[in-house]
């Protein structure tokens, strides 16, 4: 036993290393219960409220997908929408040769790391500012291809096969289930994701990228993961858009708009916490919502409170939340307790 | 025969494109700042000198030296007020402000203005042109416009070498700190390479109005042939970007004369293709 061994050990024993704080614990059962509550919906709400609760789960699953290639992958990208789009189309072309729409989802996800793997070739040759501009560029020209294919509708979009045959509740209860299912799996994708290896390389990458190279941490492998599971992530998002929609228009699906929704969310719930995007994805819903009747004003308020967020209050209301509480639904760091004292 | 009219015509928009990504790239080059926000100004320009126009009467040549140094000051306001201070916060914060400051933008336009499609009246001078040879017409207004970015781009070249102020922008560009222990005001500087950046972009704006409609919706896309422009020429050099904007001009002109569909996506093809196989672009500058 080495010298180092053996102080470590002796180090160790004095302190009690966890992940979870004591309340991490009880928000744990209250998480897994608003799932439960979530889950049972269809069976006692109308499905107005399904149908709205829908685009609130493909946002947060959107905004959790940027959060992690920008808040722990260091990767700023405005071009997301380019996975959304594929995601969409994928569905589209699937369901026309004959699969179940529903199955087509996780399969959009599949895709799009297809697609994202060439992409991160290219992408990656670009840092920092330039590599936001660059993979919305990207998207542009996935947008330009698709539109040339006119099996895909070509510029004036095309509508979903295989769902009319479906009762429009049951159709409506299956499309919520999908967007519940796509929203747990992403924010648990990243919960998990983070825990491990790939986590601690990432943060150690956005943190100092040399330093981390240095400590023998494959940069480029870790930012690219990041990238695929990300891609995933969107194209599968963008499945769910075009299940619940039951048709897709190219200058939407791949409207830099995703992006900005993606950014603002995560920027004004906190980037760099699992919880940011969740925290985001309802203040964002309820702008929405309550400023309905105003036109474009919304999107107006949403880049002032973004920029004033951005500006003065980096860790955005998460950050907030945490340094006032403690708070972490999804502990992904570690809490250092010695004699009681937590740290 | 046609074909070198493309080629001709593509340089002249070439040169459109540099006087715009000129903001872009000088922006980027003092302050490392990428102005998300960049295309949405030229379109904001536009709108201005419609209501100008339409409220005062006033004829477009006025109107251009009236907004063109407006712009100025707000580039040195835009500065001082919003971006000087996200700029210690690192690059993740002024990406947001000038993204934020976009979509504030677009739709402040589109709620002002609605989402209808505009042009600026250049009257007869916009519209008339002459022959050069054969089967080749030229523009007046491609051709003063082409002349103008040249003009502009070798003004701030000249700007930038032989004036003080000039030295102690390049200097803070290298070194921040080390600028300012020498006596450059770096907040001061920073605030004139932002003038300099919406002066032109303004300018570009209008031009760009003149040749093209526009709506509030405009602005992203115009960002990108200025992004492209910056990167194909090469980071951080003024005559880079130059070239760059006639190499995606000239790519453009010969998209759209093999199908008018291939315009947009023959330019953004070169960028990857520049991005694949030299991305230190055409003319690399000073490195970053």
Known sequence: MTLSNLLTERAAANVDVRRAARTSKLSGGALLAAVVLLAALPYVVFSD???????????????????????????????????????????????????????????????????????SWLAFRLRGDYFAVGTWVIAEVYRLLVVRVD??????????????GLDPVLRGALTYWVALALTLATVGGCYLLLRGRVGLSLMAVRDEETAASAAGIDVTRAKRIVYLVSAAGCGAAGGVITVSSLS????????????????????????????????????????????????????????????AVARWLPGGLWGLVRDRTGLSLFPVGYYVRSSGHAR | MQWINAVVQGLLLGGLYALFATGLSLMFGVMRIVNLAHGDLAVVASFLALALISGTGLPLWVVIVVTVPLFAVLGYLTQ??????????????????????????????????????????????????FQLAGSITVGWLPLVTFLLACAVLAGIQVFLSRTGLGRMLRASSDDRETANL??????????????????????????????????????????????EAVVIGGLGSLWGTLLGGIVL?????????????????????VFLAVLAFRPQGLLAGRTA
């Not at chain 2, 004369?257 to 093809?269: E, F, N, V, W």
Request: aromatic share 10%; proline share 3%.
């Open chain 1, 49 to 119: 409220v399904t149908d709205t609760l829908v685009n609130l789960y493909v946002l947060v699953a959107l905004a959790s997908m940027w959060n992690l290639l920008a808040g722990f992958g260091g990767l700023v990208s405005v071009g997301q929408q380019a996975f959304v789009g594929i995601g969409a189309y994928s569905v589209i072309a699937l369901a026309d040769l004959g699969v179940q729409p529903y199955l087509a989802v996780p399969l959009a996800a599949v895709t799009c790391v297809v697609f994202a793997v060439p992409t």
């Open chain 1, 151 to 164: 099996a895909l509708g070509g510029a004036s979009g095309k509508g979903l096969a295989g769902l009319s």
């Open chain 1, 248 to 307: 897709v228009n190219p200058d939407a699906i791949f409207n830099v708009q995703w992006s900005a929704y993606m950014i603002f969310i995560v920027v004004i719930g906190g980037i760099g916490f699992v919880e940011g995007p969740l925290l985001g994805a309802v203040v964002f819903f309820t702008l929405q919502q309550l400023l309905a009747d105003y036109g474009a004003w919304y999107l107006v308020i949403l880049g002032a409170v973004g920029i």
């Open chain 2, 80 to 129: 001082r007020v919003l971006l000087q201070g996200s700029l210690s916060s690192g690059p993740l914060a002024t990406l947001l402000v000038t993204f934020g400051l976009s979509i504030v933008l677009q739709n402040v336009l589109l709620e002002i203005f609605s989402a209808d499609t505009r042009t600026l009246d250049g009257g007869a001078f916009a519209t008339s042109s």
């Open chain 2, 182 to 227: 020498v006596g450059a005001d770096s907040r001061h500087v920073y605030g004139v390479a932002t003038a300099i950046a919406f002066a032109t972009v303004a300018l570009a704006g209008l031009m760009f109005a003149m040749r093209s409609s526009f709506d509030p919706a405009t602005g992203p896309s115009r960002l990108i042939f200025a992004f």
């Open chain 2, 249 to 269: 001009g000239v790519t453009q002109s010969l998209g759209a004369q093999i199908d008018p569909a291939m315009t947009l996506l023959a330019g953004h093809l």
